[in-house]
């Protein structure tokens, strides 16, 4: 068996307890509450925000900058009343009431109808060797969402969750820890419902009512139990405030939101312009091209090979012409080739830049190169090197960079499979440079840390060398890395399990506050069939970064290889990606401002039907676009949950009246899709990739009923949306029994788009058109 990754000695020494509160000192936003041997300091970071942090001594460590973006001081103050009787400590804020239990430390929360959440149990809070944990209570019906990447379905009830960033490799439903580590989750229940950011980076786990059913437990193997609890109750407000805390996206370039085509590899110039070729011919849309590990030089990153891409400027710059973008994979190991004149490697090796063990010789592990180096992206000198080394591919138009491997993956090499397993030395120091600031430390507390540190580091660095928004995509990351990338969910296979899985594994994503996630469609690992291939582009479509992956030695996977009809059906749904473009970045818009996911489970809008909240294989794609997909094979018909309102079909028009479960009929060309009434969805006419020609026409699909949308725009590729050099319009649809009126609202902003042509079409009912000059238009359609 080989050694578990990263697990700490433990011990079955029993759990010291906290005792009996013995002080109470308030401050301006902070309680702190003493017991004989240890501390507890609530802060009241809003009316829905509190901070507990407990610490077995009578010190707390020094504030770590890593993930939480907003120092507690920061917060604006928000008004509070703490009330102390003989048992218990009360804290009460607009929203909610804390009370904390005298003799034991318990702490519950209550809302403004008395109904207690996050409540204590067991032991409350307990210490041992190395470790400290928390236990709450599972309430009746309450489930649990987020927790970053993982397998599965999408409520977590009696699983246990564990927070260590691993090259997940064969991964599957049962698997625990992932690429990401984000040790953030939701509970809800009707009515009720809150997040819990664990705030630590080392090591540490959720066990949700699987050890002790009725209780959930958190554990960190550092010193500390610090956790955030964010009450909602609505999901929506959960996130906003979680994104507060962490970080939200930062727009993309528009063209990110398009086909991304891939594979390992397309392994040489030739291949590549055959393939951007095909697409063009075949007029299949798409924009941006990958380029996996072997256009390098020997792996080496920040090279090319001089034999198969010998003037990869030329060929990016021809790619451009026929309206790509060109993406390149980055991974972090540096060949280790002392006296070979490799810049990287020179350049680390005389800075100090790449990672040492704890007696001070260098580490090395295996990956792509064979015999690697690790850069210590923790110090901000290695950051900046880092960053100013994609300006070799800037420089020559790359546009987006893929960061891989960075868990950090490390491989057996040279001992195979029966060997030994190298492991990133836990003790290895890391950040400042044996100085004593805050953020200097060992790989046991930043493990989790390296994929999001480097895909920091790219992204700050493409933000020096190119003057617009580029694309990062990751593999690794933590809480917070949707503020420097998209991540997919690395190596998935070409089983229909696995697109089955695909759809919660990233609602729960948007729901721990990434919402620019995707998943390999076809399956990176195994071949496809033509069925399947087809059905993953359908829900490929609503993926919110929608990229097509396959691996070495896989057949290949790209839209035309499964024949005609499968190629047909690849083409329409890219098609219909491509239209609802202004749709979907106006989703991206939201997320970035919000912290909204783009892809959302049912329960995200209808948080307290208690159907929605187990059901994983339907989702929405933004508030108004319901997608109840087929994944198995030589299936035609499913049931499909219509939650309570009035619901039409896409494709039909055809309305329902929910709640109501629905049979659909699903034959190969179609994958069912349904529209909440009032809705508004703006589309684009299809284009071979994003800016092929100026968007002087416009439709905006509207359905009967009541319902108010505001649509974003920008230039879709500056950072000028910062300075408002955006477009808002609010668009507003009244229904009664014989009239529709659409209002379309004077434009917003400071940003002009090409004049255009705008029909309205009201769906079962007609269209009108007008010409767009910003101004306010108001519709009037009559029902017969
Ligand atoms: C890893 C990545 C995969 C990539 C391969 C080669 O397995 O997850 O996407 O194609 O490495 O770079």
Known sequence: MPQYFGKLPTTNQPWTTIGAVQSINQNESTIDLSSENSHLIISILAANLIRVRFSPTTEFLPRRPWAVTVDDAEWEKVPFAVQETDTTVEIKTEQIRLCVQKHNFHLTCFDKAERPFAQDADIGIGWRLGAVAGWKQIAANEHFYGFGERTGFLDKLSQVKTNWTIDALDYDALSDEMYQAIPFFMALRPEVGYGIFFNTTFWSQFDIGAEHPGVWKMETRGGELDYYMIYGPQPAQILRTYTQLTGRMPLPPKWALGYHQCRWSYESEIVVRELAQEFRQRRIPCDVIHLDIDYMRGYRVFTWSPQRFSDPKKLIGDLAQAGFKTVTIIDPGVKYEPEANYHVFDQGLENDYFVRQADGTLFHGYVWPEKAVFPDFLRPDVQNWWGDLQKSLTDIGVAGIWNDMNEPAIDNRPFGDAGEKIWFPLDAPQGDAGGETA??????????????????????????????????????????????????????????????????MLCN????????????????????????????????????????????????HEPWVFGDRTENICREYINLRYQLLPYIYTLFWEAATTGAPILRPLLYHFPNDSQTYTLYDQVLLGPSLMAAPVYRPGVEYRAVYLPAGTWFDWWSGESYQGPTQILAHAPLEKMPLYVRSGAVIPMQPVMQYLDEFPLTEMRFRVWPGNGEYIFYEDDGHTFTYIQQNYSLRKISVFTNTDQTIIEIGEREGKWTPPQREITVELVGVGEQHFSDVGQKVSLRFTHT
């Not at 992204?459 to 003057?467: A, P, T, V």
Request: hydrophobic fraction near 40%; proline fraction near 2%.
């Open 439 to 504: 953020s200097s430390t060992t790989h046991r507390e930043v493990h989790n840390l390296y994929g999001l540190m480097m895909a920091q580091a790219c992204y700050q660095g493409l933000e020096r060398h190119r003057k617009e928004r580029s694309f990062v995509l990751t593999r690794s990351g933590y809480a917070g890395v949707q503020r420097w990338s998209s991540v997919w969910m690395g190596d998935n296979q070409s089983l229909w399990e696995h697109l089955e899985i695909s759809l919660p």
């Open 509 to 556: 994503m948007g729901l721990s506050g990434v919402g620019f996630v995707g998943c390999d469609i076809g399956g990176f690992a195994g071949n496809a069939t033509a069925e399947l291939f087809a059905r993953w582009m359908q829900v490929g479509m609503l993926y919110p970064l929608m990229r097509g992956h396959s691996a070495m030695s896989t057949a290949r």
